[in-house]
Nanobody, 122 residues
Framework: VQLQASGGGLVQPGGSLRLSCAAS????????LAWFRQAPGKGREGVSC????????YYEDSVKGRFTVSRDNAKNTVWLQMNNLKPDDTAIYYC????????????????WGQGTQVTVSS
């Protein structure tokens, strides 16, 4: 199983970024895929999850209405569209794969990508 996250960068408050996670080595549409983030000095936090079977979506409260998760099963890719970014969104963002069911708990995930840095600053 391999997960390759990309798309991070430096953006001003109120700006947007789109993160991508390219996956390989497993049956992509059979599993939930999630995005986590870890800010300096803090624990890893679940941001969003998209289930494999029914495409159910889940978001952490602070990103609801600003972030959108989506997937393309033909391209084995999941995206996280992040709008109206805030300085508190600054973190390393990781994509992860666990079972077919969504969870925003890091203990539910076995496979992790390498992370991509998102910095929101003026």
């Amino acid at each position: 199983v391999q997960l390759q996250a990309s798309g991070g960068g430096l953006v001003q408050p109120g700006g947007s970024l789109r993160l991508s996670c390219a996956a390989s080595g497993f049956t992509f549409d059979a599993y939930a895929l999630a995005w986590f983030r870890q800010a300096p000095g803090k624990g890893r936090e679940g941001v969003s999850c998209l289930s494999g079977s029914f495409g159910s979506k889940y978001y952490e409260d602070s990103v609801k209405g600003r972030f959108t998760v989506s997937r393309d099963n033909a391209k084995n890719t999941v995206w996280l569209q992040m709008n109206n970014l805030k300085p508190d969104d600054t973190a390393i963002y990781y994509c992860a794969r666990g079972s077919e069911y969504c969870s925003l708990r890091s203990e539910s995930y076995t496979y992790w990508g390498q992370g991509t840095q998102v910095t929101v600053s003026s």
